[in-house]
């Protein structure tokens, strides 16, 4: 019996091959590169003190320009719609886990200084991008000046608390602050992606959208997140007592990815951004909804995601420097336009600190509202599926410039952030 069975896997090596090509060949090679790719530069931006979704990043824009070299081997990864479907359910998981950073409860207890941090850091710096748009891109239309200042409004929550932590300052006054305000600024970055795609999508169509429209975009993206904040409240732990009674294994991983994918796609369908379901989902699910599971020897859900976003989340972010184009750089109007928008970034996030109480550190709230990484990415992302009259909304070249700002502001808020207690005498 034994012997047979290990005939079993040569049986089905013979069969699939003489069944022909197999269509996932291609797209296994060209996960293996972008592994390779991910943790090659990964390690080294972690050796550099820098984040490894940087190193992710920094890697894909090296393979994605050798064709500027000569070698062409990489490029089909760009246009491979199995890599980028990957890519999409990895965006996902990534604002699935940053909602499982934080609750419900955690954002009403931030207060009002938070509150105003948080509105502030969107308000600057949406306002300055879209400044920056109409200065240096008056070619372009209104909308893509809208989307350069919603890319502008996003805070890394990922990136700012493993800086805090790092620094040992995650449980200071300055650190709850920059939490508490980089979590509304997720949702209010979020709404304000659901109004002006919308808005985009409408004239896409044809169709001119007025003050009633975007009200009406601005009730759906308000009602969406309040229901799905308390209707998930109430479903979640109920949910998880149930499937606690199941003896499947890794049920308590199915059910809470079901959760993920099921407001993922309610959002969507309605007209929101599946990303936006996705966070809604990770915010109302909390430790205690897991007992059933922890307590019979189980690890904890962030645990138990960790493996498959390791394995899809690195796809995204390598996919998305693969787009960046570096010959775009040998224009002056595209360096032009990454050095405003990296100024616009870092002084919008500064101004955010104007709501932070006289006897608290306002320049390290500052930047730490600074990095955008992963969300700005995201939304940038999202802004190269967007046309008008056939016309990209983000095109190449801005999309360049847009990584740049990313690259920057995620790379100084370290060592400023350090700066920046050092200098309050607080280290």
Same mark, same amino acid.
């Given at each position: ?203 896409? @169509?044809?169709? =001119?959208?007025?003050?009633? *429209?975007? !009200?009406? $975009? +601005?009730?759906?993206?308000? %009602?969406? #997140? ?36 099921? @407001?993922?796609? =309610?959002?969507?369908?309605? *007209?929101? !951004?599946? $990303? +936006?379901?996705?966070?809604? %989902?990770? #915010? ?49 109007? +595209?360096?032009?336009?990454? %050095?405003? #928008? ?54 190449? %070249? ?30």
């Amino acid at each position: 019996m034994r012997r047979h069975r290990s005939l079993i896997p040569l049986l089905a090596v013979i069969v699939l091959a003489a069944a022909g090509p197999d269509p996932s060949a291609k797209v296994v090679a060209e996960m293996a590169v972008i592994y390779v790719t991910a943790v090659a530069f990964g390690e080294l931006a972690v050796r550099l003190g820098q984040p490894a979704v940087l190193g992710e990043l920094v890697g894909g824009i090296v393979i994605g320009n050798l064709h500027l070299l000569g070698p062409t081997l990489f490029e089909p990864i760009k246009q491979d719609a199995s890599i980028d479907l990957l890519a999409r359910i990895g965006v996902l998981l990534l604002l699935f886990e940053v909602g499982l950073e934080s609750t419900v409860g955690q954002m009403l207890k931030v207060g009002v200084t938070s509150l105003l941090v948080a509105v502030l850091g969107v308000v600057a710096p949406f306002a300055l991008g879209w400044l920056v748009g109409a200065w240096l891109l008056p070619g372009h239309s209104v909308y893509m000046h809208a989307f350069l200042g919603a890319t502008l409004t996003a805070t890394s929550v990922g990136i700012t608390a493993r800086v805090l932590k790092d620094l040992g300052r995650s449980a200071g006054p300055e650190a709850r602050i920059i939490l508490g305000a980089a979590v509304i600024d997720d949702v209010l970055g979020l709404m304000i992606l659901a109004v002006v795609t919308g808005i985009i999508a409408a004239a896409g @169509s044809g169709a =001119a959208m007025g003050w009633g *429209g975007i !009200a009406v $975009i +601005v009730i759906k993206a308000v %009602a969406f #997140l309040a229901a799905a904040l308390v209707l998930g409240s109430w479903l979640s732990p109920r949910l998880l007592r149930i499937a606690a009674r199941l003896r499947t294994r890794s049920v308590a991983l199915a059910t809470s990815l079901a959760l993920c994918f099921v @407001s993922a796609w =309610a959002s969507w369908a309605i *007209g929101l !951004a599946p $990303i +936006v379901g996705a966070f809604a %989902a990770g #915010l109302v699910l909390e430790g205690w909804h897991y007992q059933g599971f922890t307590a019979r020897g189980e690890r904890p859900i962030e645990q138990l995601l960790e493996p498959i976003g390791a394995a899809l989340i690195p796809i995204f972010f390598v996919l998305m420097g693969t787009h960046t184009d570096l010959a775009a750089f040998a224009r002056a109007d +595209v360096l032009r336009l990454a %050095a405003a #928008l990296t100024v616009a970034a870092v002084v919008g996030k500064q101004l955010c600190a104007v709501g932070v109480p006289r006897g608290l550190n306002r320049l390290a709230v500052g930047i730490g509202m600074n990095p955008r990484g992963e969300v700005g990415l995201i939304f940038a992302n999202i802004g190269l599926g967007l046309t008008i009259a056939g016309e990209r909304i983000v095109d190449a %070249a801005t999309y360049s410039a847009v990584v740049v700002m990313v690259v920057v502001t995620t790379m100084i808020t370290p060592p400023l952030l350090a700066w920046s207690f050092r200098r309050d005498g607080r280290s």
